[in-house]
């Protein structure tokens, strides 16, 4: 059974930086996506970042040269470093694992954590 926990979610004040986090377990295949996606109340869903099992990154335009995503294949984490955060990154936060980044991509993944919330407010 796949189990995605986040963690490290909060509120910080506008230029601020956070590092979410998120612990995978029971997850076998050589091949996936991981990666976050984000909803805002009264916003769809909206992919942030991916990662895939070689290590290739994909980043929404909206968070391109603020946001990190990582992974520890030893830990078995994937991490978001999100950096000069705004309030239009408010939002809960998700972990999501697929083998279709599409599924991902639109808030629709194979897996997903229960979230984690962001608030971005002065």
């Known amino acids: 059974q796949v189990q995605l926990v986040e963690s490290g979610g909060g509120s910080v004040q506008p230029g601020g930086s956070l590092r979410l986090s998120c612990a995978a377990s029971?997850?076998?295949?050589?091949?996936?996506?991981m990666g976050w996606f984000r909803q805002a109340p009264g916003k769809e869903r909206e992919g942030v970042a991916t990662?895939?099992?070689?290590?290739?990154?994909t980043y929404a335009d909206s968070v391109k040269g603020r946001f990190t995503i990582s992974q520890d294949n030893a830990k078995n984490t994937l991490y978001l470093q999100m950096n000069s955060l705004t309030p239009e990154d408010t939002a809960m936060y998700y972990c999501?694992?697929?083998?279709?980044?599409?599924?991902?991509?639109?808030?629709?993944?194979?897996?997903r954590g229960q979230g984690t919330q962001v608030t971005v407010s002065s």
């Open positions: 999501a694992l697929d083998w279709d980044s599409r599924r991902l991509w639109r808030g629709d993944p194979k897996y």
């Open positions: 029971g997850y076998t295949g050589a091949f996936y996506y």
């Open positions: 990662i895939s099992s070689s290590s290739r990154t």
